[in-house]
């Protein structure tokens, strides 16, 4: 029974203080949104929303949750935050996120990825209450040697493009303070668990970053303009957001139930068969909102991005009672079809928000 996959798991949030850093951004919307429905006391910590629409705007008024917004750099505010809330979770997820903008603003990512990270697990030296911790990474810390095997927890980090490094940066970061501060071994004296999360590419509605492949997509399609496309054969696992959002949340369920069983990293990723090609996407996208035009083009002097990348998901699957629910044709339909209700005016944002999780509710409660 234990690992039957159920909605009911987040019963475990009703009436918590839940701490979230990146709450204004895409995964942090989802994320946000999923605690308040559970009946939790939220607060996030964030910059401003930065993209036009944001998800977070759309819906920040239906929601009671406490916002602060401000810097993750800024140490002695992050920790005046967190204690005076005295979280009993926090999920991290504030960062510099994209590859191409970490190669024009590299110290600004290493700074908000690595000493983001320190900066609130410093804070949590100081809580004095008990606190789950899951810390958003990516699966891009793994050291890419560009071949078809998936990497698992245990291999080696690498980095080649400043956002990659500094996220294995604060994989270090994040083993070095559970290893000296947050030691399994002495839990009862500091009551603290911390995991890091390792998840791949993810696709829903909702997201409106720059260079990312379905807001450029859906973009170019609301606007009767080409999809250009510069890596058609770059291979992700896509993933809904859902998925990895609903494992940390289970996770966090997990660690608070059992603190020590539950530490250490963890890879949430789709099924080893649903790793596509970019290309196989925007087609995919065209097919399901009925119009759009690739136009492919390829830069041989392009940044470098790891073209192949996927993830062993076995722990997670053997370990807590979480699995992926949705491949990867559910997730790329349901993401463009939010688009083109939300675009085309028939549901607004907080009405394609509720029905998403619902219907994801549904699929872990059959
Ligand atoms: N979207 C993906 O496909 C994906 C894949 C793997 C990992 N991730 C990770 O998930 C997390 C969330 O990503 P996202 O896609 O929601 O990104 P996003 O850009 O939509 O959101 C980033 C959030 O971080 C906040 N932030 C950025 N710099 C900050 C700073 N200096 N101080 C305070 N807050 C700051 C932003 O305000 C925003 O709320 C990130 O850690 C990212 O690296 C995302």
Not at 139 to 152: A, G, M
Not at 320 to 328: A, I, N, Q, Y
Not at 332 to 361: M, P, V
Request: negative net charge.
């Amino acid at each position: 029974m234990e690992n039957m996959v159920s909605s009911n798991f987040l019963d475990v949030y009703k009436g918590k203080e839940v701490f979230v850093t990146g709450h204004t951004g895409f995964k942090g919307s989802w994320l946000t949104y999923a605690l308040c429905k559970a009946g939790a006391i939220v607060k996030g910590y964030s910059l401003a929303p930065a993209t036009n629409p944001s998800l977070y705007t759309l819906f920040e008024n239906e929601v009671n949750i406490e916002s602060v917004i401000a810097d993750i750099n800024d140490a002695s505010k992050l920790q005046k935050e967190i204690l005076s809330f005295q979280p009993d979770f926090i999920f991290h997820l504030a960062a510099q996120p994209l590859v191409r903008r970490s190669y024009k603003e590299p110290l600004n990512t290493f700074g908000t990825n690595v000493m983001g990270t320190a900066n609130l697990l410093n804070a949590v030296i100081h809580l004095t209450k008990p606190c789950s911790c899951i810390l958003i990474t990516t699966d891009k810390v793994y050291e890419n040697k560009e071949w078809n095997y998936p990497y698992r927890e245990t291999d080696r980090l690498g980095g080649y493009d400043p956002y990659s490094a500094s996220k294995a940066c604060s994989e270090l970061v994040i083993n070095s303070y559970r290893n000296s501060f947050f030691n399994p071994a002495h839990y009862n004296q500091h009551q603290k668990s911390i995991v890091s999360v390792r998840a791949g590419n993810v696709i829903g509605g909702g997201d409106w970053s720059e260079d990312r492949l379905i807001p450029d997509i859906v973009r170019a399609i609301a606007f009767d303009k080409n999809i250009i496309i510069r890596s058609p054969n770059s291979v992700r696992p896509w993933q809904h957001v859902l998925e990895p959002v609903f494992g940390y949340l289970q996770l966090g369920v997990s660690l608070s139930q059992h603190p020590s069983k539950y530490e250490g990293a963890w890879n949430f990723g789709p099924s080893n068969a649903d790793n596509l090609p970019v290309i196989d996407i925007a087609q995919q996208a065209i097919d399901i909102w009925g119009k759009g035009k690739i136009d492919l083009q390829i830069d041989p002097n392009a940044l470098h991005e790891a073209k192949l990348l996927k993830l062993d998901i076995s722990k997670a699957i053997n370990e807590l009672p979480w699995k992926p629910k949705m491949d990867t044709a559910m997730a790329i339909e349901r993401t463009i079809q939010w688009y083109k209700s939300f675009y085309n005016g028939e549901q607004t944002a907080l009405q394609l928000l509720e029905a998403d999780i619902l219907y994801y509710q549904s699929l872990l409660n059959n």
